[in-house]
């Protein structure tokens, strides 16, 4: 290559560069916490969560079985297996924001859909469950 070729190629990979760490590289992206929870989207993530666990306003719902809870939870999460929401609907509050957590998205998923089926429009589902907020370094409660 001429010396132009180099200086061009130089140039275009240092542009390259810049704008990739302008916009975080590859790096997911994160949600902001939250002031308005009703502008919250059905799934949010463990940041999400975090940010919000500790107000008046929200419940966090894990949907896993007993001895999953016991192994470690979010603290001041609620207990309420999966399989038994269908006859516990009036223990979920409709004036609070339920966020449903499980081990690693798919229960909470499950039933954050058939909540909002039953008219619950203020449930949402955290990704990647207890896997994501475990390893994103979160305190788990046992």
């Known amino acids: 290559m001429?010396?132009?070729?180099?200086?061009?190629?130089?140039?275009?990979?240092?542009?390259?560069?810049?704008?990739?760490?302008?916009?975080?590289?590859?790096?997911?992206?994160q949600q902001a916490a939250v002031a308005d929870v009703s502008s919250l989207p059905v799934d949010i993530?463990?940041?999400?969560?975090?940010s919000l666990r500790n107000r008046d306003d929200v419940v966090i719902l894990d949907v896993r079985e007993d001895y999953e809870y016991a192994e470690g939870h979010i603290p001041g999460?609620?207990?309420?297996p999966l399989g038994q929401i269908p006859n516990r609907l009036a223990e979920i509050p409709k004036d609070?924001?339920?966020?449903?957590?499980?081990?690693?998205?798919?229960r909470s998923n499950q039933a954050t859909q058939f909540l909002r089926q039953q008219g619950f429009d203020n449930v949402h589902n955290m990704t990647g469950g207890m896997n994501s907020w475990s390893s994103a370094g979160y305190q788990v409660e046992k």
């Open 45 to 50: 993530n463990a940041q999400t969560v975090d």
């Open 96 to 106: 609070k924001t339920v966020i449903a957590v499980c081990r690693s998205g798919n």
């Open 77 to 80: 999460a609620v207990l309420l």
């Open 2 to 29: 001429t010396k132009f070729s180099w200086t061009t190629l130089f140039i275009l990979v240092m542009v390259a560069l810049v704008a990739l760490a302008g916009c975080g590289g590859a790096q997911p992206a």
